[in-house]
């Protein structure tokens, strides 16, 4: 195994592209919403052993797992959890499906296989243009899509490894009978050893019924892995890609949503992103004011979670890690953007309070509503502690600023009232 790194990658991936060798691309359970959700541990929060909010997001996406695999669950009471509505609106297309969307549209990848059971890449591959049968084939366990057929016919082809919600066949926990009763499926799977091939956000304890389908692999073929976290030493996968002389990307490069961006960036020259848009019963637009999301590294968590469900109802926010650019001037760039949103949306917390940057954006924002005569700053509470602080930027917020309430952002339906209030005081 050696390190590698995007640039080179992008390189041999437009040499390949002339030649017209397409890469298989195979995504593992951290790539792809399931692993973002944070409605599951909603779902599931009350059968764990510990707060799944305490814990890492790969802990608790861990946690998740177990608590799945407990006999105590029936199939039907997993497609009660997993087919929720809840579920199935937060698990949607973002930033890096799209850039999966727009290589794969370039002839980059295939075919892709995924482990996903939801519609986020079909959804990515419809917003860029392509058309399902006629541009893209939906290869579903017994479904009888042969991904090589389909490859010579020019056809993309999505494999979906465990099936999917939508088409009520899916299974996950139960991996490896189903690979035994899917022969076709396991045989589309043993054929990437003959693709050079990317490996993406294989998760050890999710994907372990499928790392071992995947070797050996051919020896004059190239296996790229890119992954956030080295694989354990002396597992299964570990063995694999060392007998395959595979190239790694690890690390802050290697996670899955930075990987794709920058691959994007570096073969196409921009990173495409998808703003969502909210139409009335009288179909007449809903109108709401943008927003700067200023927030503690520490908070990212909810962040995250108001950024997705905020661009969910077509408002347009400025989130610093989906929006900024490699190369950019951080300082400069976050003040352009204050000055060019409608609104900074200010998490307080703890965190916040003692740093820095939200500090020195919380100034900013309003020195521009002194300059522009009208209110910018929007407060919102996570915890106490902004009324209790002694920190004089802080204090002056909290006596002259209706905070709005986030206290109890970790129970979904205190939550879903305060977004709901955020929702409406934001409609322009």
Same mark, same amino acid.
């Given at each position: 195994?050696?390190? &590698?790194?995007?640039?080179?990658m992008a390189t041999i991936l437009k040499m390949r592209k002339r030649t017209q060798t397409? /890469?298989?691309?195979?995504?593992?359970?951290?790539?792809?919403?399931?692993?973002?959700?944070?409605?599951?541990?909603?779902?599931?929060?009350?059968?764990?052993?510990?707060?799944?909010?305490?814990?890492t997001p790969l802990e608790r996406y861990h946690e998740c797992y177990q608590i799945l695999?407990?006999?105590?669950?029936?199939? %039907?009471? @997993?497609?009660?959890?997993?087919?929720?509505?809840?579920?199935?609106?937060?698990?949607?297309?973002?930033?890096? =499906?799209?850039?999966?969307?727009?290589?794969?549209?370039?002839?980059?990848?295939?075919? @892709?296989?995924?482990?996903?059971?939801?519609?986020?890449?079909?959804?990515?591959? +419809?917003? $860029?243009?392509?058309? =399902?049968?006629?541009?893209?084939?939906?290869?579903?366990? #017994?479904? !009888?899509?042969?991904?090589?057929?389909?490859?010579?016919?020019?056809?993309? /082809?999505?494999?979906?490894?465990?099936?999917?919600?939508?088409?009520?066949?899916?299974? $996950?926990?139960?991996?490896?009978?189903?690979?035994?009763?899917?022969?076709?499926?396991?045989?589309?799977?043993?054929?990437?050893?003959?693709?050079?091939?990317?490996?993406?956000?294989?998760? +050890? @304890?999710?994907?372990?019924?499928?790392?071992?389908?995947?070797?050996?692999?051919?020896?004059?073929?190239?296996?790229?892995?890119?992954?956030?976290?080295?694989?354990?030493?002396?597992?299964?996968? *570990?063995?694999?890609?060392?007998?395959? #002389?595979?190239?790694?990307?690890? !690390?802050?490069?290697?996670?899955?949503?930075? &990987? &794709?961006?920058?691959?994007?960036?570096?073969?196409?020259?921009?990173?495409?992103?998808?703003?969502?848009?909210?139409? /009335?019963?009288?179909? %007449?637009?809903?109108?709401?004011?943008?927003?700067?999301?200023?927030? *503690?590294?520490?908070? =990212?968590?909810?962040?995250?979670?108001?950024?997705?469900?905020?661009?969910? %109802?077509?408002?347009?926010?400025? &989130?610093?890690?989906?929006?900024?650019?490699?190369?950019?001037? @951080?300082?400069?760039?976050?003040?352009?953007?204050?000055?060019? +949103?409608?609104?900074?949306?200010?998490?307080?917390?703890?965190?916040?309070?003692?740093?820095?940057?939200?500090?020195?954006?919380?100034?900013?924002?309003?020195?521009? =509503?002194?300059?522009?005569?009208?209110?910018?700053?929007?407060?919102?509470?996570?915890?106490?502690?902004?009324?209790? /602080?002694?920190?004089?930027?802080?204090?002056?917020?909290?006596?002259?600023? #209706?905070?709005?309430?986030?206290?109890?952002?970790?129970?979904?339906?205190?939550? +879903?009232?305060?977004?709901?209030?955020?929702?409406?005081?934001?409609?322009?």
């Open positions: 195994m050696e390190t &590698f790194n995007i640039a080179r397409p /890469t298989a691309l195979f995504l593992g359970a951290k790539a792809g919403g399931l692993f973002r959700s944070l409605q599951l541990s909603d779902e599931l929060r009350f059968f764990g052993p510990s707060d799944l909010y305490s814990l695999s407990d006999p105590i669950f029936s199939p %039907q009471d @997993i497609n009660h959890i997993l087919a929720s509505k809840a579920l199935l609106q937060e698990i949607r297309a973002e930033t890096p =499906e799209l850039c999966i969307a727009e290589l794969l549209k370039q002839g980059i990848f295939n075919p @892709i296989l995924s482990v996903s059971l939801y519609g986020e890449f079909e959804e990515a591959l +419809q917003q $860029v243009g392509m058309k =399902e049968v006629l541009d893209f084939v939906v290869a579903r366990p #017994n479904s !009888g899509a042969s991904a090589l057929r389909l490859q010579k016919n020019n056809l993309f /082809t999505l494999i979906k490894v465990f099936g999917d919600i939508a088409s009520g066949n899916y299974n $996950v926990t139960r991996r490896v009978s189903h690979l035994d009763d899917n022969q076709s499926l396991r045989d589309e799977i043993r054929n990437l050893r003959d693709f050079n091939i990317l490996i993406v956000g294989i998760d +050890q @304890i999710w994907d372990r019924h499928i790392i071992h389908e995947l070797l050996p692999h051919s020896d004059n073929r190239s296996v790229w892995y890119v992954n956030d976290e080295e694989p354990a030493n002396g597992s299964a996968l *570990s063995d694999y890609l060392k007998n395959a #002389n595979a190239q790694l990307i690890l !690390g802050d490069d290697g996670h899955y949503e930075n &990987f &794709f961006r920058s691959l994007s960036w570096h073969m196409t020259g921009a990173v495409p992103t998808y703003q969502a848009t909210v139409i /009335t019963e009288t179909m %007449q637009p809903v109108q709401y004011y943008s927003c700067f999301i200023s927030y *503690s590294s520490k908070d =990212e968590m909810l962040a995250r979670r108001l950024y997705d469900d905020l661009q969910n %109802q077509g408002v347009h926010c400025w &989130f610093a890690p989906k929006d900024m650019k490699i190369g950019d001037k @951080i300082r400069s760039r976050i003040d352009d953007e204050i000055l060019s +949103q409608d609104k900074l949306l200010l998490l307080l917390s703890e965190h916040s309070i003692k740093s820095t940057w939200v500090e020195a954006e919380v100034e900013a924002a309003l020195e521009k =509503e002194q300059l522009q005569k009208r209110g910018v700053l929007f407060p919102i509470r996570l915890d106490e502690r902004v009324m209790q /602080t002694k920190e004089a930027w802080a204090a002056h917020l909290r006596r002259t600023r #209706n905070i709005g309430d986030f206290t109890r952002w970790t129970d979904s339906q205190a939550y +879903q009232q305060a977004f709901n209030r955020l929702l409406q005081d934001l409609k322009a």
